[in-house]
């Protein structure tokens, strides 16, 4: 006991920011680890622990919210109870069970991860950095930082990512506003406030298509509630003043069906193509021939294409957002020999020296039940010296800044509840420093719902400055 | 002093066990020319050739994509998932386990078994591609101190 309170006390008097917790205080658990999304580099939001996600700005989500709130609610006050007494008491079933539709899936397209790549990690960005120099001929300039593959007998190219340090895949894009890879990239969507992509398009299909449908219907609905009212002599003037709710439903309804219904069927051509915008827009597949038969992703059959965007499995999130971090300090694997060390070399001596059992021990679990440390320990030991010895200070330097290199936004390797302010400072610059990379003015194709992105938008041609 | 000779080797395993030193990684990249779906290279990496067969890496690498390609699947069950689904506003995926989350579990069965019975044995270890965002498929090569290591 004595030892461990001159432990204590030599804790307290390292001028360390944050308190080392005692070797003997084991299971810190996941009490005291981060998750993943706490240091995500991308520029998303992250609610309820990382269980919701959103795009840095929320564009216009909440105008786009306002309004069907809005219409849908005052359809139900001033329309409802006129057509159902003289139509149909379906009418606000159908229009409950539409509102319904678009709003869930509004929601799940606003604050689902698109299908975010994860960036890759340092020894994956030091290995491609390896083959593209070797592949390179440096006489000729910087090597080429594109690789070609033969996709259906297409040629197709992937550019290299240098904010996420890795060779995009195909049809792939870098997204500037939310400065994240985003697989089978669409476009930026104002109006929902986040990316569409891969893993939430058949979400955004399904929230435009039934838009369309409900915005129609509601504007039936009340021409038709209008017109019963105005037949029955007093005028369309008098309807309107006693229904001023119509009036606005009207008018909202009536610019915005058009524009709607357009997207709707915008979209199903793509989806019945197997084209994302972003595609459509660069003209990435049309090529000499100028028809998209030459798109290579197309599987020749509109029932096919359509199955494959709209109803392939839902792949996975691949950022983990709720998983635990490889911890700085973990909790006691207790190995004898390492009480005599002193104790911040020691926590993070035991945390990178782990037998080969205990490395699969802890790589083992599978990352969907992620809980603590799912990435097991080896990737935090870079290669070391061949011979690292206990007293000597290096492997635990080097060890502290192998797990450091784990955290793209660079937080030192002691542990405090002081380290989120540091943190938090530290992401704001990387961020900064990422506004500076990344020009977010020369974004590419923003939705084509806003009349004024459009003509902008056909003029750029890259997603990534 | 028998005794003392087995209490010196069993500090030098356990030394051993705690501080396996990584030697290096080597990356299997991504195969895309059938597409966007998930395929890994079986081209055999040179670093691995005094450690493992190729043909066991070969085999391993291919159950790997064949369970990727099984789970990206488009079939009947697949578009019945997608229909139902769609039908209810895909609130389905808040309670149900979708079918790709299935396999992965699968996926990531297989490579503890592989880990276990093939990999660290060789002083290897497979990464769950899951765990790198699918971009590549890390094996981490240890030193390997027990075999031929002077001490």
């Avoid at chain 1, 985003?182 to 298509?209: L, M, S």
Wanted: glycine share 6%.
């Amino acid at each position: 006991m004595k030892s461990c309170d001159s432990q204590q006390t030599d804790l307290q008097a390292v001028p360390t920011p944050a308190p080392i917790p005692p070797p003997h205080a084991a299971s810190r658990g996941p009490r005291g680890a981060r998750r993943k999304w706490e240091v995500f580099p991308g520029k998303n939001r992250f609610y309820c622990g990382g269980r919701i996600m959103a795009a840095q700005q929320s564009g216009v989500l909440p105008l786009t919210l306002g309004l069907i709130l809005v219409t849908t609610g005052l359809f139900f006050i001033f329309d409802c109870p006129f057509l159902v007494k003289h139509l149909s008491s379906c009418v606000p079933a159908v229009g409950a069970v539409l509102f319904v539709f678009v709003f869930i899936t509004l929601l799940q397209t606003s604050f689902s991860d698109p299908g975010i790549l994860p960036r890759a990690t340092p020894e994956e960005a030091a290995d491609v950095e390896r083959q593209i120099d070797s592949s390179g001929d440096s006489s000729y300039g910087p090597p080429p930082r594109t690789r070609e593959v033969v996709i259906n007998q297409q040629v197709v190219k992937l550019k290299y990512c240098f904010t996420c340090k890795m060779f995009r895949p195909p049809r792939t894009s870098h997204c500037s506003l939310c400065d994240n890879c985003v697989e089978r990239f669409d476009h930026h969507c104002p109006w929902v406030g986040n990316c569409v992509g891969k893993r939430n398009y058949r979400f955004f299909y399904t929230f435009i298509v039934s838009l369309s449908f409900l915005t129609s219907f509601i504007f039936s609905c009340v021409s038709t509630h209008l017109a019963m009212r105005a037949q029955d002599g007093r005028g369309l003037v008098s309807a309107l003043q006693e229904s001023p709710g119509s009036a606005v439903e009207l008018v909202i309804c009536f610019f915005s069906v058009w524009s709607i219904l357009g997207l709707s069927g915008f979209h199903t051509y793509l989806v019945a193509s197997n084209l994302t915008t972003n595609e459509d827009i660069k003209g990435s597949w049309s090529g000499k021939s100028g028809d998209v038969a030459s798109n290579p992703f197309s599987h020749r059959n509109v029932f096919v294409n359509c199955g494959s965007v709209l109803c392939t499995p839902l792949p996975p999130s691949l950022i983990d957002r709720r998983g635990f971090l490889p911890e700085e300090e973990e909790p006691a694997q207790t190995c004898c020999t390492d009480v005599q060390l002193p104790a911040s070399a020691n926590n993070t001596q035991r945390k990178c020296s782990q037998g080969r059992k205990g490395l699969l021990e802890s790589a083992a679990p599978s990352p969907l039940q992620s809980t603590s440390c799912p990435q097991g320990e080896p990737q935090t030991v870079p290669p070391g010296p061949r011979r690292p010895s206990p007293a000597d200070s290096e492997p635990t330097r080097q060890a502290s800044n192998g797990c450091r290199a784990q955290h793209s936004a660079g937080s030192q390797g002691n542990a405090s509840s002081a380290r989120h302010s540091h943190h938090k400072s530290r992401m704001k610059k990387h961020k900064e420093a990422a506004l500076s990379i990344s020009n977010p003015t020369s974004h590419g194709p923003v939705a084509p719902t806003c009349p004024d992105s459009v003509p902008t938008s056909r003029g750029t041609s890259s997603t990534q400055a | 002093m028998t005794s003392w000779m087995e209490s010196q080797v069993e500090t030098h395993s356990l030394q051993d066990f705690q501080r396996p030193a990584v030697s290096s990684k080597v990356f299997i990249q991504r195969d895309y020319s059938s597409g966007t779906i998930c395929k890994f290279q079986t081209k055999f990496p040179s670093e691995l050739e005094s450690r493992l067969d190729k043909q066991q890496f070969e085999e391993t690498i291919q159950t790997l994509n064949n369970l990727y390609a099984e789970a990206e699947k488009l079939g009947g069950s697949s578009y019945l998932e997608g229909c139902l689904a769609c039908l209810t506003a895909y609130t389905v995926f808040l309670c149900m386990e979708t079918h790709y989350e299935k396999v992965l579990k699968k996926i990531a069965r297989y490579i503890r078994d592989q880990n276990e019975k093939i990999y660290a044995p060789r002083g290897l270890l497979l990464t769950d591609p899951i765990e790198r965002g699918l971009r590549v498929v890390e094996i981490t090569i240890f030193e390997d101190r027990n075999i031929g290591s002077a001490r």
